[in-house]
């Protein structure tokens, strides 16, 4: 196998000597040969469906295919087609190989948590090339960093992952940084609308299936241990911009005291400007203190009541502080009138830290902060990180803010800002919901719950794993996956299908359905019950809110109204968790 | 602090590093006395502006007001009394009109009930019922009740006896009403085309089936038409609304009176054309309301006392002493005080000119003069202006220019000898002599109200008026010009099979002759006039100090581009943190931004990003960022800077996350559009 990549490797450092962009010869094959056979595939497949439609007979083993549409098709013939034949010794092949690495360990997997003690022999044997597979993918990627450094070397991208900038190998002797060159992937020096609708191509895009492994990923301890460690050479220029913006503290003041209201946009976090700027507007104002009113905007439980009570205990006297409404409207006017009536001799500045966070971006904290901002006996100065953030406001609101907008680009990193290490999980779907820790967090939660719970638990985890091996082989590979695949439908599917060596019966009807993810309700509490994690119903429904309140569980009523448990992962997720558990 | 959500910021006194005040250097010295001139000097002008602003639309409130009063004694129980304020385009971004009753409201002492709602009060009827029940008993909102009758001031929604209501149920309004003894409950819809059509005739239907126990009265702010409200309301809701249409000055004329009364408050520093153009064209392609305007003027005064360290000249009460030593020495790098030299030397005055370079009181003395006389003539200029449009106005066929585009023209130094002037002294030389009469008559008004003016033409003036006055008794045909093409006639002959067009002058007296005469004077008289008083600003000595006209703050902090400014930062970190490493130029002046391991990594991931698809595979982005970046570093540590990245750019607003495929992220934004 690896020899086979090698030689595809040199047919491409041959063929693509003269400067061709994107679309080189290697690539074209796959897509030429598709092409070529895709046609009687279809037709076959058409005159398959007629009779079936009208003498019902159904053959077990030819399965009707899915109808939709797919980009890169090699015929898909179950039982002609062993292995991808010679002519088409290109990328799909390493593809397949690696999906029938996946498939193998998902074997393997199988054979551990159902217990299946059957010694058939079908399944030894399958275990046997299934381990053979697994040993064999770490020379594997040897080889493949091989083949990358090769054809970099050469200048030319990697036909694997043609849109995403061409990955390099490790291994490859360095050039000084300066001088390399990017890859030509993008035709150069498109105008922005045409490099758009250049990216936008209908025909789908073609993009490698590479996962990036989960142990890559820092967790958050090991993340704050780099980060701390890590030194930015850019640390004196920061420190220059920082202290460029300082050097128009003055007008800002000045500007806020003639009724206008400052936004600073930019990159970078201006916390620690704002902060500075905070202090000296202190140190300046002598015994006078100003109130200063900071609101967080970042915070993800940010809610407006909490603002208008720290503003209410700000400018309100305490003995009148009881008697205001509890409705943040209703606060809201009583708060505007009461500066109206007794105006305070200073400004209360009102110090918003990202305006466009997710939680401050909520229209009713907006409206209200710009009511707040209309009056004039209240000032504010507030940062923007987005870069869409204009679109927060329509034209009153905006009149209302009356705004100055300075451009404060710090560089500085978002570090109150973002949780770095749950934005990335999230941003890659990986750990569930927001808030809950990923893995870790659920590893945390358990630690701390009774035995029973945590048996409770691997039921779960293990009932949904085998839930999700029974169901389509398209499906596991994203445990997330929705059905608006259209677009994007992977290369490799069909002839991953169609190396399988025993076609899932139940693929045909459960397009639909195979959205069903997860455990039924009913199963989980027999089950449950049968290995004495639980003892009645209450019982179970106390161990499962436990799981509810930390989001480690979801329920979801499906098509037919029947409960079902998720366990909110994806599945190598929930295999690590598996084997913590058992 | 950072993890509070909200908090008082207390300063840290433990660190006196930081608090150690910055004495200002150079120029800046003399902010404070700037800022006291600033305070004085914007004061004039905001006065004037106020005023008029406030006096704008005082008819159209006073007629609204009436109505209001009038709507207390229906005529008709079943209809409710309506007010529909044609607003125009910027209606939505103005409550001008209702704003101004609220104003009303608070003084006066009566019961009565107003409550604002726009279209973001409720999407449906129910939240919408809510919002106009909660916000007419809330005792605090709006409502002047000043006669507390409840003195626990605590929002009442439930009712203490009878059965509990709903909180969109009217009947709460309603007892509130008969409680209170409210005479009215003034509804106001502040943008009635954002509201959705049907839950609009919804509401106002259901309004007037309350119309016969709570009194209601409308006021819709329209800013299309009529018949468009009438397409969109249901013929139920028609038939209970009974409505009176009332006009709001335009949003231009409101620029023009905003305009005139800024020129002619005196206002010691004049906005230059540039700016003013900026700011006019500003405010006419983009629907901004009159306060944006008035904003930027302010802004402008703004930065030019605070940016311009010459502004401390325009206090010419400072004693020269005060004034430090360097603002003279910037005065004399002023290029229109070096013109003014160069003048003196010719003129070989070079003693006069040797005590302005040596003592800075005689150069503040210069200083004061020359400011004083600029501003005078600039003062004179929009009399000027005036009197062009006055002109205009009385003449036929002549289009009225709106003031402020005449002051953008005569303050670049282009009005003088334009063809809109020219043009007009021709129309003059044309004018019978019962135009010319009006004409007459409104330039000597003017030079009534506005002495020593028009002074050197009071000869001509005064002539023809008496010819006029005299051609009046004897006959009643007025006065013809000889120049007006309506008294000559063209004739065609044919001599030598040549046609021949000659002008024959139709025969006119020795008045006309007379009178045109005086009118080509006239014509000269007004010429002369405008030559000398249209001065180029640039002209002036000293003219930096009291014209401000720099376009960049404006810009930048009125429309500011805070996409490109981010994308500008990541895509070639170099513009902004002006480092050795990052410089793109020194390897073969190649301007574009090349990928470097010295990058922040944010920056490298996002011209990585550029380059990538709508759909971007993490594992082949991390290795490409990798190869750049993971130049003899742990793998465990560029991954933390790739995290980072990638989490910056997720709160960027650039990427999300996908379902589509597994381990992969969304593009979200693309460069430059």
């Known amino acids: 196998m690896p020899k086979r990549k090698l030689d595809a490797g040199s047919q491409v450092a041959e063929s ?20 070529v056979l895709d046609t009687p595939s279809k037709q076959r497949s058409i005159l398959k469906g007629t009779p079936k439609k009208f003498g019902g007979i159904f053959n077990g083993e030819e399965t009707p295919r899915s109808q939709r549409k797919v980009l890169f098709t090699t015929p898909s013939k179950p039982d002609e087609i062993e292995g991808p034949p010679e002519s088409t010794t290109t990328l799909t092949t390493a593809r397949n190989d690696r999906s029938a690495r996946r498939k193998s360990a998902r074997l393997l997997l199988e054979k551990t948590t159902l217990d299946n003690a059957s010694e058939d022999d079908e399944l030894a044997a399958d275990d046997a090339i299934a381990r053979e597979i697994l040993n064999s993918s770490d020379s594997e990627e040897v080889e493949e960093d091989g083949f990358d450094a090769l054809s970099t070397i050469d200048n030319i991208p990697i036909p694997d992952a043609p849109d995403t900038p061409s990955k390099r190998g490790r291994g490859r002797p360095r050039i000084h940084p300066r001088e390399r060159k990017r890859s030509p992937t993008p035709p150069q020096d498109l105008p922005p609308h045409e490099l758009y609708f250049h990216q936008n191509k209908p025909g789908g895009q073609k993009i490698s299936s590479n996962t990036l492994p989960s142990h890559l990923l820092l967790n958050h301890e090991d993340y704050l241990v780099q980060i701390g460690g890590w030194q930015d050479s850019h640390q004196v220029e920061r420190d220059w911009l920082q202290r460029l913006h300082a050097r128009a503290f003055e007008q800002w003041v000045f500007e806020l005291e003639q009724g206008f209201n400052i ?52 400018i309100v006297p305490k003995n009148a502080l009881s008697t205001l409404p509890n409705q943040p409207e209703a606060l809201l006017a009583a708060l505007l009138s009461h500066l109206t009536s007794s105006t305070p001799a200073n400004k209360i500045h009102l110090v918003v830290h990202s305006i466009d966070a997710p939680r401050a971006r909520l229209s009713q904290m907006q409206s209200a902060l710009s009511r707040l901002a209309s009056h004039p006996s209240v000032s504010v100065l507030a940062t923007a990180d987005t870069l869409t953030f204009p679109l927060l406001w329509d034209a009153s609101t905006r009149q209302q803010f009356r705004w100055l907008f300075h451009d404060a680009t710090t560089f500085a990193p978002f570090t109150a800002e973002i949780d770095v290490v749950e934005e990335v999980n999230g941003l890659l779907g990986r750990g569930g919901r927001r808030g809950m820790g990923g893995k870790d967090g659920v590893r ?40 608006d695949e259209e677009m994007f439908e992977e290369v490799e599917t069909p002839s991953k299908r169609a190396r399988k060596a025993k076609p899932k019966p139940k693929r045909p009807k459960v397009r639909r359905t195979e959205v069903q993810e997860g455990v039924e309700y009913r199963t989980a509490y027999h089950k449950a019950v049968e290995d004495f994690a ?49 | 602090m950072e993890y509070e959500k909200v908090y008082m910021f207390q300063p840290a006194n433990d660190r006196p590093a930081k608090r150690r005040r910055i004495e200002p250097q150079g120029l800046q010295t003399s902010w404070k006395q700037r800022r006291l001139a600033f305070d004085r000097d914007w004061s004039i002008p905001q006065r004037a502006i106020d005023a008029r602003l406030h006096s704008i639309n005082a008819s159209t409130v006073d007629k609204v007001w009436t109505y209001l009063n009038l709507a207390l004694k229906p ?270 030397l010719d003129n070989n005055e070079v ?110 003036l005064f002539r023809l008026d008496s010819l006029i006055d005299a051609q009046r008794e004897t006959s009643t045909k007025p006065l013809r010009s000889e120049d007006d093409i309506h008294n000559s006639t063209l004739r065609t002959t044919v001599v030598a099979q040549k046609v021949e067009l000659s002008k024959q002058k139709s025969a006119l007296s020795e008045q006309d002759r007379k009178y045109t005469e005086l009118l080509v004077s006239l014509s000269d008289c007004l010429g002369e006039f405008f030559e000398e008083t249209l001065v180029d600003p640039a002209d002036l000595v000293f003219h930096e100090i009291f014209v401000y006209d720099l376009k960049s703050p404006y810009r930048e902090v009125f429309t500011p581009r805070p996409r490109h400014a981010c994308e500008r930062a990541l895509a070639t970190p170099h513009d902004y943190l002006d480092c050795d490493c990052c410089s793109s130029q020194q390897d073969g002046g190649n301007a574009e931004a090349t990928l470097a391991a010295t990058q922040p990594a944010t920056a490298v991931l996002y011209q990585l990003y ?46 999300k996350s996908t379902r589509k495929r597994m381990d992969h992220v969304a593009k979200v934004m693309w460069h430059g559009l």
């Not at chain 2, 282009?414 to 007009?424: A, H, T, V, W």
Request: net charge negative; aromatic share 6%.
């Open chain 1, 534 to 582: 639980c003892s009645n119903e209450i019982a179970f429904r106390t161990l499962l809110k436990e799981f509810h309140d930390h989001q480690m569980v979801e329920s979801r009523k499906d098509a037919l109204g029947t409960e079902r448990l998720v366990v909110p992962f994806r599945r190598e997720e929930l295999e690590t968790l598996l084997e913590e558990l058992v």
């Open chain 2, 610 to 655: 550029l380059e990538s698809g709508s759909l971007i595979n993490a594992s082949d982005l991390w290795h490409a960022f990798q190869a750049v970046l993971g130049d003899g570093k742990e793998d465990a540590e560029t991954m933390a800077l790739f995290q980072r990245a990638l989490a910056e750019m997720r709160y960027l607003g650039m990427m």
């Open chain 2, 75 to 344: 005529d008709q129980p079943s209809t409710i009394r309506t007010g529909i304020i044609l607003t125009g385009a910027d209606g939505a971004t103005e409550a001008g009109i209702s704003k101004k009753i609220a104003e009303k409201f608070r003084v006066g002492k009566h019961r009565r009930i107003l409550v604002p709602l726009s279209s973001s009060s409720g999407s449906n009827i129910k939240v919408l019922l809510k919002t106009l029940i909660q916000k007419a008993i809330s005792p605090k909102f709006e409502s002047s009740d000043n006669d507390l009758d409840d003195d626990d001031g605590e929002l009442r929604t439930t009712r203490t006896k009878g059965h509990k209501l709903l909180n969109y149920d009217l009947q709460l309004l309603y007892d509130h009403v008969r409680e209170h003894k409210k005479e009215q409950v003034i509804v106001a819809l502040e943008d009635t085309e954002a509201f959705d059509s049907d839950l609009l005739s919804e509401f106002i239907e259901l309004l007037g089936c309350w119309q016969d126990r709570i009194p209601f009265t409308c006021l819709l702010n329209v800013a299309t038409s009529i018949e468009s409200l009438q397409q969109r309301l249901s013929k139920a809701a028609i038939r209970v609304l009974d409505g009176k249409v009332f006009d709001v000055a335009p949003s231009s004329d409101e620029v023009e009176q905003v305009c005139e009364a800024l020129f002619n408050s005196g206002t010691p520093l004049w906005i230059g054309s540039s700016l003013m153009s900026t700011a006019l064209e500003r405010q006419h392609d983009y629907i901004q309301s009159i306060d944006s305007f008035v904003k930027a003027v302010k802004y402008a005064c703004m930065s030019a006392f605070y940016a311009n360290a010459l502004s401390v000249h325009l206090n010419i009460s400072i004693e020269h002493e005060v004034i430090a030593a360097d603002h003279f020495e910037a005065l004399r790098q002023l290029d229109s005080f070096r013109t003014y030299s160069r003048r003196l």
């Open chain 1, 444 to 483: 945390y939660v358990l630690k701390s719950l009774t035995e029973n719970a945590r048996g409770l638990f691997r039921i779960l985890v293990s009932e949904q794993l085998a839930a999700a091996d029974s169901s389509s082989p398209a499906h596991d590979e994203d445990a997330l996956s929705s059905e």
């Open chain 2, 351 to 460: 003693k006069l000119l040797t005590t302005y370079l040596e003592s800075d009181e005689a150069l503040r003395a210069l200083v004061s003069g020359r400011i004083a006389e600029g501003r005078q003539k600039l003062g004179v200029m929009i009399h000027v202006l005036k009197v062009i449009r006055l002109l205009q106005q009385k003449l036929p066929n002549t289009q009225v220019t709106p003031l402020s585009s005449l002051y953008v023209q005569a303050l670049s130094g282009k009005l003088n000898g334009s063809p809109l002037l020219r043009s007009l002294l021709l129309t003059i030389r044309k004018v019978p002599s019962n135009i010319a009469a009006s004409v007459l008559r409104a330039l000597q008004l003017y030079h009534l109200d506005n002495r020593d003016l028009l002074v050197d033409m009071q000869p001509v």
């Open chain 1, 16 to 35: 693509s000597a003269p400067k061709k962009t994107r679309v080189n010869g290697n690539e074209d094959s796959p897509a030429a040969t598709s092409a």
């Open chain 1, 263 to 314: 936004c600073l946009y930019g990159y970078g976090s201006k916390r620690e400007l704002v902060n500075n700027f905070l202090e000296q507007l202190c140190a300046e104002s002598g015994t006078d203190q100003p109130k200063i009113i900071v609101v967080n905007g970042y915070t993800p439980s940010l809610t407006l009541p909490i603002i208008l009570r720290t503003i209410a205990s700000a």
